[in-house]
């Protein structure tokens, strides 16, 4: 009994961890590793500190650098078919930056990652339930920075045009939306494929580093499912939600200052936020704190109830990010 209260705790909340492989450079340079996956259990792995003794993390699911784009996508597969049977799902990539939350999500064309994959998966199952079902989808693409809302679609279709300030909106009692929002149709993966390079491209538009801009913002996919059952006419409305958090780093207090300050608070505000909404969830607090930031709120109808939440916390096995990556793994674990 203690051990079904401890899964009704948990609900619908999932937590896997992605360890990236150590890069060319940190190799030429004897980089040492700190984490460890060979000696710990599964679903677990190990963290040795600098000083203070090893300590042991529990997942559902550990990914060690050397699993690639198509395990992980095995074991987020099965929430493409919650999505087309109407439940709502979220899937957020966390961690420092540099730690690969859009080589998880985003992929290269070479090595797709969960976003391109999980449409393709839902593609798939829509042919397989041809004639019982039909199914309507749209995609949007949107970015939180500095805690306002652009839309990506909008700005990657007519470019030249400022980012426009999107704002949420309760349009009834648990619904929200985004007036203005662009929602593209998508009918196969060529589709989905110029969406999603629309969407990447307009994110580096009108900053001066790409990078840096991406680190600091959240990119957000948001896949809205319209779903009729064709033999009772029963009909679905369902959202999966692709999200590429901002780097969870701290900023050194000396190196921040003027905009760059602000970014960060503004940054460690909505990731604490959200840190505090899945945690509410997860333990059944009567008080879930939604509006203390723009990506709960947009985040709002599709967390918590029957909805479904996976969040990847992305880790450098490097020994000089330790630090980081404690933080990371003590916020996953928070969540979880
Ligand atoms: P983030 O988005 O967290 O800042 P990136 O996804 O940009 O990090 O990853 C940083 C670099 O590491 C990229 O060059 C990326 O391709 C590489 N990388 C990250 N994770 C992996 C992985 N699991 N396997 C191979 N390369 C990876
Ligand atoms: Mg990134």
Redesign the pocket.
Same mark, same amino acid.
């Given at each position: 009994d203690l051990y079904n209260k401890i899964i009704e705790l948990k609900g619908n909340i999932r937590v896997f961890c992605?360890c990236? $492989?150590l890069?060319a450079e940190e190799i030429a340079g004897g980089a040492s590793v700190a984490v460890d996956f060979e000696s710990a259990k599964d679903g677990e792995l190990i963290v040795k500190g600098h000083v203070s003794s090893k300590k042991v993390f529990k997942f559902d699911s550990v990914f060690s $650098?050397e699993e690639d784009q198509e395990k992980v996508f095995v074991k987020t597969s099965p929430l493409a078919t919650s999505v087309l049977d109407g439940y709502n799902v979220c899937i957020f990539a966390y961690?420092q =930056? /540099? =730690? /690969?939350? =859009?080589?998880t999500m985003e992929g =290269?064309e070479e090595a797709r990652g969960v976003n391109y994959r999980t449409l393709e998966q839902l593609f798939r199952i829509i042919r397989e339930r041809q004639g019982l079902f039909q199914y309507e989808i749209t995609v949007s693409v949107l970015e939180v920075y500095n805690e306002q809302i652009h839309d990506l679609l909008l700005m990657g279709s007519q470019p030249g045009v400022a980012a426009k300030r999107l704002e949420v909106r309760q349009v009834a009692e648990g619904v929200h939306h985004v007036p203005g929002l662009v929602e593209a149709h998508v009918s196969n993966m060529d589709e989905v494929w110029e969406v999603l390079q629309t969407g990447s491209k307009a994110r580096a538009v009108g900053s001066t580093n790409a990078n840096e801009h991406s680190?600091r913002s959240h990119c957000i996919h948001c896949v809205m499912v319209r779903g009729e059952n064709l033999i009772t006419g029963e009909c679905t409305r369902s959202k999966l939600w692709l999200i590429?958090l901002a /780097?969870s780093e701290r900023v050194a207090k000396t190196d921040a200052q003027g905009e760059r300050l602000k970014e960060a608070q503004n940054i460690n505000k909505s990731l604490s936020a959200l840190g505090d909404v899945i945690s509410a969830l997860a333990t059944k607090s009567p008080h879930v704190p939604f509006r203390n930031s723009k990506l709960t709120h947009l985040l709002q109808d599709s967390l918590g109830g029957d909805s479904k939440t996976l969040m990847f916390v992305?880790i450098s096995p490097n020994e000089n990010d330790v630090g980081e990556t404690l933080c990371s793994l003590n916020f996953a674990s928070r969540v979880r």
């Open positions: 992605r990236r $492989p890069n $650098p961690g =930056t /540099g =730690t /690969g939350k =859009t080589f =290269t680190s590429d /780097g992305q």
